[in-house]
């Protein structure tokens, strides 16, 4: 079939369309499957074509997944047409430097339409072959037409090319804003200009070659005089009428003076004086310096330090630091386009710091500017003091209000999600769900508790390991507990949930999941506040690539195992990779090294600090998930919400068992008098 398509910048087109065909997604798209509806693609995706329908496509992603997307779901909305394309034909408008290993750009319709800038973004970032193929006939049609009539000339081979290089060579001129300000400045000076020259003696104008014949001057003499004296008339006019208006507002004069017409004419002369004076050239006119105040040139200069600090830290913010106290997001080295994997937070109190978080390298920075403001006043102090802690109280109760509103969603869904036994992730990591859930998408769901059981926050993960935190949301002593801890039994602490799942399954101890090497310090913290006479271990994640880089970067996994464990007392252990290695934790180890050498290697480490790791225990069947304390409150919640539900589903549940005990009765057969 023949659909009427376009891409997502609106050019439309005719897509002939056939089983078999690999076609190409403008937007995030959902299908139903014959269990249930999914994400099939986004932006870019390509799939293949299996069956066309009346109501729409069946089609299969990259990933193997089939699922019938109806013709609506890809509709266009402004113009009812279908977004989609071949998947490896895009328009010269739609695509955006695709990598490719052999890529073709083909203008069918000549290159007269096309120029720098669409032809830059039309390249492949090719790694072998890109090829240019331009239509002959239309090449030779544009340049017949630039031709003088009669021409008969033949056009060469080097003729055509020559004017697809022109074609593709141009850059269009666009105006700038100075070109704005340039026009803008030349009608004010000319608008000055003309007003100054109407009070210009007639030597001046003679000496500036303005004045023409004697006729000439002599009716500009009198259109001057008469343009002078009426341009007088007004000026004294309203400058009278201003000074009469001012002088009453201040109480200083009922009426007019008598030497109210010198000031008049002073002004009338200061008002020439000035026209004349805002006609001169730049370079003349003195230049006054802008001064700040020391409190502003102050606030200048630590914010300039601030931002110093973030590009020392790697993040890359797009302007200056807003340093207002609250939290901002901001791109960081080597992140891909979208991501912002860095945070800030600066204050411009009286003392002025900062926070610095780089996400990618796990690097925290609390930042103090090396100067204070100038001595304030005391009222002037205090005043500045009763703000930072207004404000302060103010972000507090926000942030509270906000993470119990996400935990409550927190625990919404996760009372929905349903308990979790295989899943790509876990599969590729070789590890178990030791309780975890999964969400309606698919996504693995790993609780985030505190020190108490209560469920603040969920981490979701894909199947291609991509991890998310719900947003606005507590992570900051925040955990995920795996096993149940015997009484005197050490506690390990890592980061990621596959590294503490291998962790558990090799040493038999609970393991705790921190989710990130910036949170182990308090979560070790919470831990040891809780427990006090519990051993630790923090089990560090080594980060062995980050020194070797061009621009050498910490150990981030090491040092913050170092700081958590020093902060408790407790031993660190951690992996030992080779340089060619690429691994960083216990997870990537016992992938190279095997279950049995990674038990013995943590064995070693540990024995010096008298902890003996329990025997293997063999693998037990699949058990439900853990019912903890907050699935408790959450169940009783749910019956205080909606209490009528309990006798109902208790009665059926009732009736249930006595049908089955009658049905097991009349099944067995009674015995023969």
Do not use: C
């Amino acid at each position: 079939m023949t659909l009427h398509a376009t891409d997502q910048n609106g050019a439309e087109y005719k897509l002939p369309l056939a089983v078999g065909d690999r076609v190409r997604l403008f937007a995030r798209t959902y299908a139903g499957t014959p269990r249930r509806g999914v994400v099939i693609g986004h932006n870019g995706s390509v799939l293949e074509v299996e069956r066309i329908a009346t109501e729409g496509l069946a089609l299969r992603n990259a990933k193997g997944t089939s699922g019938f997307v109806k013709w609506d779901t890809l509709r266009d909305p402004a113009n009812q047409r279908i977004r989609l394309t071949y998947g490896d034909v895009v328009t010269i408008d739609a695509i955006q430097s695709a990598t490719s290993t052999e890529h073709l750009n083909v203008l069918p319709n000549g290159s007269e339409a096309v120029q720098s800038f669409k032809n830059y973004v039309a390249q492949s970032r090719s790694r072998e072959t890109t090829w240019l193929v331009v239509a002959d006939g239309r090449e030779r049609g544009e340049i017949m037409g630039k031709r003088a009539l009669g021409n008969v000339d033949p056009i060469s081979e080097d003729d055509v090319w020559r004017n697809v290089i022109d074609n593709l060579s141009r850059q269009p001129e666009k105006e700038l804003a100075t070109d704005l300000l340039r026009r803008s400045n030349e009608v004010h000076t000319g608008t000055v200009r003309s007003l100054a020259t109407a009070f210009q003696p007639r030597q001046q104008r003679e000496a500036e070659g303005r004045e023409g014949t004697t006729l000439h001057r002599r009716f500009s003499e009198s259109r001057d005089e008469q343009h002078v004296s009426r341009a007088a008339e007004n000026l004294s006019e309203t400058v009278r009428q201003r000074a009469v208006a001012f002088r009453k507002i201040a109480g200083l004069l009922t009426g007019p003076t008598d030497n109210e017409t010198p000031n008049v004419a002073r002004a009338g002369h200061k008002s020439v004086r000035t026209a004349r004076r805002s006609v001169r050239a730049a370079a003349e006119r003195p230049k006054r310096e802008r001064r700040l105040s020391p409190m502003a040139q102050a606030k200048a200069e630590v914010q300039a330090e601030f931002a110093d600090a973030l590009y020392r830290a790697g993040l890359r913010p797009r302007s200056a630091p807003i340093m207002d106290g609250k939290k901002h997001r901001v791109p960081v080295e080597g992140d891909r386009r979208g991501r912002l994997s860095g945070t800030y937070i600066g204050h411009l109190d009286e003392f002025p710091a900062g926070y610095i978080h780089n996400f990618k390298t796990g690097e925290e920075i609390r930042w103090k500017a090396r100067r204070e403001y100038p001595a304030l006043a005391p009222t002037e102090r205090e005043r500045m003091r009763a703000r930072v802690a207004a404000e302060h109280t103010a972000r507090e109760s926000a942030r509270h209000r906000r993470e119990t509103a996400v935990s409550r969603i927190a625990l919404a869904v996760w009372n929905r999600a349903r308990p979790v036994h295989t899943h790509p992730y876990l599969t590729r990591k070789g590890v178990t769900a030791h309780g975890l859930r999964q969400d309606r998408k698919g996504d693995l769901l790993v609780p985030m508790r505190d020190a108490d059981g209560r469920l603040w926050g969920l981490q979701s993960i894909d199947a291609e390991g991509r991890k998310l935190f719900m947003r606005g949301g507590r992570k900051l002593g925040l955990h995920a507990l795996l096993g149940a801890p015997e009484p005197g039994e050490p506690l390990v602490i890592a980061e990621g949930y596959a590294t503490a799942a291998t962790l558990r399954e090799i040493t038999g101890l609970a393991v705790i999941a921190a989710f990130d090497s910036g949170n182990l310090l308090d979560v070790a913290r919470a831990v040891r506040e809780r427990d006090p006479a519990r051993r630790i271990v923090i089990a560090a994640d080594n980060d062995h690539h980050l020194p070797r880089l061009a621009v050498p970067l910490p150990n981030v996994g090491m040092e913050k195992a170092a700081t958590a464990a020093e902060a408790v007392g407790a031993p660190v252990l951690a992996p030992r990779f080779t340089p060619a290695d690429k691994g960083t934790d216990w997870n990537d180890y016992a992938a190279q090294h095997g279950l049995e050498a990674t038990r013995a290697i943590a064995q070693t480490v540990l024995g010096p600090h008298g902890i003996e790791l329990p025997p293997p225990r063999a693998a037990a069947p699949m058990q439900p998930a853990t019912v903890t304390q907050a699935d408790r409150d959450a169940a009783r919640q749910h019956l205080q919400v909606n209490p009528r539900t309990v006798p109902r589903q208790a009665a059926t549940q009732s009736a249930a068992r006595d049908a089955a005990r009658q049905a097991a009765r009349s099944r067995t057969p009674r015995p023969t008098p």
